[in-house]
C-alpha cells in the first residue's frame, strides 16, 4: 500500500482538514491546524508531501521521525501541527487497513466512555451563571469558562473582583459537584496570577489554566505557593521535549497536550506516559473539529491517567458550522450525562461527510484572533 494524494481543505468556522488517499482506495483524516494560521500550516503540509507521495502509509513511527528529525530546524507550532494531522491520517488508515480502532493498536481500551467538558461564555465572558445551569441541566458535570478579560502586569483590583463574582455565580448556579475549570488564557501576569489563584480558591475550581504564558512557566513555582487549586497547561507545549521540564519542575498537576499541535496521536501516547510517571493528570485540549475529536478519544481510551476531554460542541468560536456538522453520523459522539463513549469504529471511529467538507472548502474562512490593547494603547495578551 502507498500514499498516492494529500488533499486539504479549509472549512468554516476555523479548521483545517486532510485526507490522505492510497493506492488501495483506503483513506485517511487528519486535522492538521493552528487556531488563526491556517494557511501556514497548509503550506508546511504540501512542502512536506513530496517525501509522504509513494511511502508505505502504515510505517507512522518512522514518518513522524523522518518529518521531526531530517530537518535541521524542527518543533514549534506550524511544523508540529502538520505532523500531528499527517500522523492522525495515517493512524486512521492503518486502522481501517486493519478494520479495529485506533486504541486497540496502542494497547486497548483503559475505559469504555471519557468525562468532557463543555465551554461557557466567550473571550469576555457574560452570563456565564445561566450558561453553566443550561449546560448542567443538559447532563454535563463540568463547564470551563475564561477566568478574566485582559490584565496588564499591575492591574486594578476591580478585575480581580469581576473575576471572583463570575465564578461565584456560576458556583451558585450549579452547586458544588459541578467542575469549573477557570482558564486564564496566558493573558495574567505574574503578579495578577498570584492574586487572582488566592482570591479564587475557595470556589473550589476544578483547575485553573495557563496562569501565566508558557514562555514564563518558570513563574508557575512562585502561584503554586499561593494556591491549591490545581494547576494545568500545556496546550502550548509540543513534543516530549516540551513537557520534560514541566514535569520536572513538578508543579502542574494536569497538562493539556492538543493532539494536533503536539505531535499527534502516539506522540501525545509517550507524553501522557511520561506525565503518568510523575503521576500528573492529561486533559487534552480539543477547542476544535470533529477529526482532532476522534483522535482525542482514540488517546483518551487507552490512556489511564486521563481524566476529562475538551470539545467544542456549542463553543463560542464555532460561528456557521459545529463539531458535528462535518460527520456522516453525528451520533458518534455519544453525550450521556457528561460522558462521551469512546467510538469503536475502524480508524478513528468516524465517517467524515466528505461532501460537505467539499462544499464547506469553497466557502473557506479566514478566523483570526483578535488583537487586545490595554486601557493605555500597549498590546494585551488575549
Known amino acids: 500500500m502507498k500514499i498516492t494524494k494529500l488533499t486539504l481543505y479549509k472549512v468554516p468556522p476555523r479548521w483545517l482538514f486532510l485526507k490522505v488517499d492510497t493506492d488501495e482506495g483506503i483513506s485517511g483524516w487528519g486535522e492538521p491546524i493552528i487556531e488563526g494560521k491556517a494557511e501556514t500550516v497548509r503550506a508546511c503540509v504540501e512542502e512536506v508531501s513530496s517525501y509522504l507521495i509513494g ?43 486493519f478494520n479495529i480502532p485506533v486504541f486497540e493498536m496502542l494497547g486497548g481500551k483503559a475505559r469504555e466512555r471519557i468525562r468532557v467538558y463543555s465551554w461557557i461564555g466567550g473571550d469576555r465572558p457574560t452570563d456565564v451563571a445561566i450558561a453553566a445551569k443550561e449546560k448542567a441541566d443538559a447532563g454535563f458535570t463540568a463547564v470551563k469558562m475564561n477566568a478574566t478579560e485582559e490584565m496588564d502586569y499591575i492591574d486594578s483590583f476591580s478585575k480581580v473582583e469581576e473575576a471572583v463574582k463570575r465564578i461565584a455565580a456560576v458556583r451558585e448556579a450549579v452547586g458544588t459537584n459541578m467542575g469549573i475549570g477557570l482558564d486564564f488564557h496566558g493573558r495574567v501576569h505574574k503578579t ?15 483547575f485553573i489554566e495557563e496562569p501565566v504564558l508558557p514562555e514564563n512557566n518558570e513563574a508557575l513555582r512562585e502561584i503554586a505557593r499561593h494556591t ?58 480539543c477547542p476544535l473539529g470533529p477529526i482532532a475529536l476522534a483522535s482525542s478519544f482514540q488517546l483518551d481510551a487507552c490512556t489511564p491517567n486521563a481524566i476529562i476531554q475538551e470539545q467544542s460542541l456549542g463553543i463560542h468560536y464555532n460561528k456557521g458550522s459545529d463539531l458535528l456538522d462535518y460527520l456522516s453520523d453525528a451520533s458518534v459522539f455519544k453525550y450521556t450525562d457528561g460522558y462521551v463513549e469512546i467510538p469503536s469504529g475502524p480508524g478513528l471511529g468516524i465517517s467524515v461527510n466528505e461532501e460537505a467538507v467539499r462544499e464547506a472548502a469553497e466557502k473557506g474562512h479566514d478566523w483570526k484572533n483578535p488583537v487586545w490593547r490595554n486601557v493605555d494603547g500597549s498590546v494585551a495578551e488575549w
Not at 514518518?63 to 500522523?87: D, K, N, T
Not at 495578577?192 to 473550589?204: C, D, G, I, P, W
Not at 497538562?255 to 505531535?263: E, F, M, N, R, V
Request: with cysteine; glycine share 8%.
Open 228 to 285: 491549591t487549586c490545581p494547576i494545568a497547561t500545556g496546550e502550548r507545549q509540543y513534543t516530549r521535549w516540551g513537557f520534560k521540564q514541566i514535569l520536572l519542575d513538578g508543579y502542574v498537576d494536569i497538562i493539556q497536550p492538543d493532539l494536533s499541535h503536539a505531535g499527534g496521536i502516539l506522540e501525545t501516547k509517550k507524553i501522557a506516559a511520561m506525565a503518568e510517571a510523575f503521576d500528573v493528570a492529561v486533559a487534552p485540549h
Open 192 to 206: 495578577m496570577a498570584k492574586v487572582l489563584v488566592k482570591e479564587l480558591e475557595s470556589f473550589r475550581p476544578m
Open 55 to 97: 511511502q508505505d502509509p502504515l510505517k507512522i513511527e518512522d514518518h513522524w521521525q523522518v518529518l521531526y528529525r531530517a530537518g535541521f530546524y524542527r518543533g514549534g507550532p506550524i511544523l508540529m501541527s502538520a505532523i500531528s494531522g499527517i500522523e492522525q491520517a495515517l493512524w486512521d488508515i492503518k486502522g481501517k487497513y
